[in-house]
């Protein structure tokens, strides 16, 4: 009898880890495109999910309601497709039997992922999708952490506006749904500047020679070229307009990211884009998300959506707190139902499930990045090209 309680005793000190098993989980799914066009905005970001996961998770879980939960994320490639993506999002609630998911990248692949969430009940967030047509349908368990892509710009426009330098724009957009989004707001943002548009030409994704185009900039020479596109299109046109002596007053390229600055070298210089934050900010989480890039060996310049990613998962530590419960209406109204601190500036959620987080107009300034507007929360003052 006294070994048989001896063997007990020693099997117990061995049974913590199993304990572990069964404490409540919160599980989240997602894709990420590590394979495809869009890795190169976010490929290895499962790297951040996890140490993200591995973090919170150190410090105790998320708390939902009077409980705290492990979380644990369950991730796949879509490869930066949308039939992938759909099937992905199919399988995480049907077969993986998550709690809640997070978007992918771009506005298509959140699109098609969002059906499968809304058709099977499941909450949604957003955190890269931004277009309009997304949100038009009307969906129940659909959130998104961003304004819509039509007031992407918006604090560009402003800063044109109070300089009143710029006269004249051209448009170059890639035909893809965020870039034609963003472009539509874009154009009425620009006329509300007083700044005429010149010239404007949808080009498809897949383009690879932009020399008509080019020639018929190079003829009309706007003070601006604005080219609404993905990293990828942004690269290829300015690798032939820098072949070609294309040179405008400014280039505003939405997306300029550091592997389009390591792509242009020096042409990338005074370039314009968008971004949501800089080192040298002091938004809520700065450090923190400064220790997690570092952990996750990863340069929030190279990956600039990292910083809308750890927004998300702010959102997420911040509103279960008041959830009663993990089933979908019970999240869905704890998210609604707060205000909050980002990394990325303040945000609450809309009656149509869009959020209120708008990039700010960033330059490329002696290789690094600096916000330029507006003055409260600039790190550099804007430069034209000449």
């Excluded at 970001?45 to 979380?71: A, P, Y």
């Excluded at 994320?73 to 709690?99: G, N």
Aim: hydrophobic share 35%; net charge neutral; aromatic share 12%.
């Amino acid at each position: 009898m006294r070994r048989v309680f001896i063997l007990i005793f020693l099997s117990s000190l061995f049974w913590p880890p199993l304990l572990k098993a069964e404490e409540p989980i919160f599980k989240v799914g997602m894709t990420i495109s590590m394979s495809g066009p869009f890795s190169q905005e976010v490929g290895p970001f499962k790297d951040l999910v996890k140490t993200w996961e591995k973090r919170v998770n150190q410090k105790g879980g998320i708390e939902i309601g009077s409980k705290r939960h492990r979380v644990e994320f369950v991730v796949y490639d879509d490869r930066s497709d949308q039939t992938a993506v759909r099937a992905a999002y199919e399988r995480l609630i049907r077969s993986d039997k998550v709690d809640l998911l997070l978007g992918p990248y771009s506005s298509p692949l959140t699109f098609a992922s969002s059906i499968p969430a809304e058709e099977m009940n499941k909450p949604f967030l957003a955190i890269c999708g931004n277009s309009p047509k997304i949100y038009e349908r009307g969906y129940k368990t659909l959130l998104g952490i961003l304004d819509l892509a039509p007031n992407y710009t918006s604090n560009y426009w402003d800063m044109l506006k109070s300089e009143e330098k710029i006269k004249t724009v051209a448009f170059v957009i890639e035909d893809s749904m965020h870039p034609k989004s963003v472009y539509t707001g874009s154009k009425d943002l620009s006329e509300k500047s007083n700044i005429k548009t010149i010239y404007e030409e949808i080009i498809p994704s897949n383009t690879h020679d932009f020399s008509s185009t080019i020639f018929k900039l190079k003829s009309l020479n706007p003070d601006l070229i604005f080219v609404s596109s993905n990293v990828h299109f942004a690269i290829s046109f300015m690798k032939q307009a820098k072949e070609k002596d294309l040179n405008p007053m400014e280039f505003h390229c939405i997306h300029h990211s550091g592997i389009f600055r390591k792509a242009l070298g020096e042409y990338a210089e005074k370039v314009v884009g968008q971004m949501y934050w800089v080192k040298g900010m002091k938004t809520k989480g700065s450090e923190e998300f400064d220790e997690l890039m570092k952990e996750a060996q990863l340069d929030p310049y190279d990956y600039p959506w990292s910083v809308a990613y750890f927004a998300a998962f702010q959102i997420l530590e911040e509103g279960l707190k008041s959830a009663r419960g993990k089933d979908t209406q019970a999240i869905l109204e704890a998210l609604k139902a707060n205000p909050y601190e980002t990394l990325c500036g303040p945000n609450s959620f809309s009656q149509i499930g869009t959020g209120k987080i708008n990039p700010m107009p960033s330059q490329i300034q002696e290789g690094t990045y600096q916000i330029v507007w507006p003055k409260s929360l600039s790190t550099a003052r804007h430069l034209y090209r000449r």
